[in-house]
């Protein structure tokens, strides 16, 4: 059974830094890309950050601009996001996607409900 447990979420104040993490179990995870996605109180879920099987590829939505980093450390089987100068609206729960298919290109369209989807983490900031 492919298991994903997101951590690292919390509140924190504008400006602030984060790191999440997605331990994932269940599958040979170097074998498949993963992505982290979000969803604000109100709102679809959206794409943040993306990456493919041997992190030779990264994907960042535009809101992004360069202050969130996604990455993966295979032998641990995790993913993480590392997010820095948090702004309120950043204010979301946060979660973890491996796509369910080997070698994907990690695009964001290629994340949909029939891969392995986390519970989420929920990241607040506060201005």
């Known amino acids: 059974q492919v298991q994903l447990v997101e951590s690292g979420g919390g509140p924190v104040q504008a400006g602030d830094s984060l790191t999440l993490s997605c331990a994932v179990s269940?599958?040979?995870?170097?074998?498949?890309?993963a992505a982290w996605f979000r969803r604000a109180p109100g709102q679809e879920r959206e794409f943040v950050a993306s990456?493919?099987?041997?992190?030779?590829?990264?994907y960042y939505a535009k809101f992004v601009k360069g202050r969130f980093t996604i990455s993966r450390e295979d032998a641990r089987t995790t993913v993480y996001l590392r997010m820095n100068s948090l702004n309120p609206d950043d204010t979301a729960r946060y979660y973890c996607?491996?796509?369910?298919?080997?070698?994907?290109?990690?695009?964001?369209?290629?994340?949909?409900?029939?891969?392995?989807w986390g519970q989420g983490t929920q990241v607040t900031v506060s201005s």
């Open positions: 990456i493919n099987d041997d992190s030779s590829k990264t």
């Open positions: 996607v491996v796509d369910s298919l080997i070698f994907g290109s990690a695009s964001a369209s290629d994340f949909n409900s029939n891969d392995y």
């Open positions: 269940g599958l040979t995870f170097g074998s498949h890309a």
